[in-house]
Structure formats: C-alpha cells, structure tokens
C-alpha cells in the first residue's frame, strides 16, 4: 500500500486557523457546566487512592465478618447441610460475602 500526494503546489487542505469564526465573549456559568461535564476533571492522587481504598476496606471487613464463629454457628442452623460438609459451608459463606460486597458497593459506596 502505497500513499499519494498531491502534485498540485500550494494546494490547502483545510481552513486556516486566523479565518476561523471566534466567540470574544466570555463563557456563561451554564457553558462551564456543560464543559465540566464533558471534561471532567482528573481527581488528585489522594482522591484516587481513598476511592481505590473503599473497596480493600470493605473487603477485609467482610472477611473478618466472615470468619467469626458466630457466624458459622448461624449458618450451620440455618442450613443444617453445612454441619457435616465444611466446604458448603465456605461456598456459603463465599456466596453471602459476595452478594453482601455487591450490595454494600453499589448501592451505599456509589452515592456521592
């Protein structure tokens, strides 16, 4: 694949930048709104990081959550399975920490 050029000498191919119309007027407050919206602007790295930060938090909780005795003597009565097989008991538990992560994270971590 070969790539042509125009053989035609001072051929333009576009508008030149000092023939394009400009606004002199300053922005309205409902322009810069809009802008802001389109551009959002960059979060700081302290930002980022306690944002990243909620979710290893969450999920260390709920690990130590689930780890509690109480619990498992909660599951193990309510789900009398689990007694003699401890692996339902950790896909139980998995299950629940997990629905409860989705829970927690979409609906109470993504209000602002």
Request: hydrophobic share 45%; aromatic share 8%; proline share 7%.
């Amino acid at each position: 694949m070969s790539v042509q050029y125009s053989n035609i000498p001072n051929q333009q191919h576009g508008d030149m930048i000092s023939n394009l119309p400009v606004d002199k007027n300053p922005p309205t407050p409902n322009e810069i709104q809009i802008v802001d919206t389109l551009f959002k602007k960059h979060p700081n790295a302290m930002q980022v990081i306690m944002n990243e930060s909620k979710d290893a938090i969450l999920a260390g909780l709920l690990v130590i959550l689930f780890c509690l005795e109480h619990i498992d003597n909660m599951i193990k009565r309510v789900l009398p399975i689990t007694e003699n097989s401890p692996y339902m008991l950790f896909i139980i538990k998995g299950v629940a920490a997990a629905i409860l992560f989705w829970i927690i994270k979409h609906f109470y971590l993504s209000r602002k």
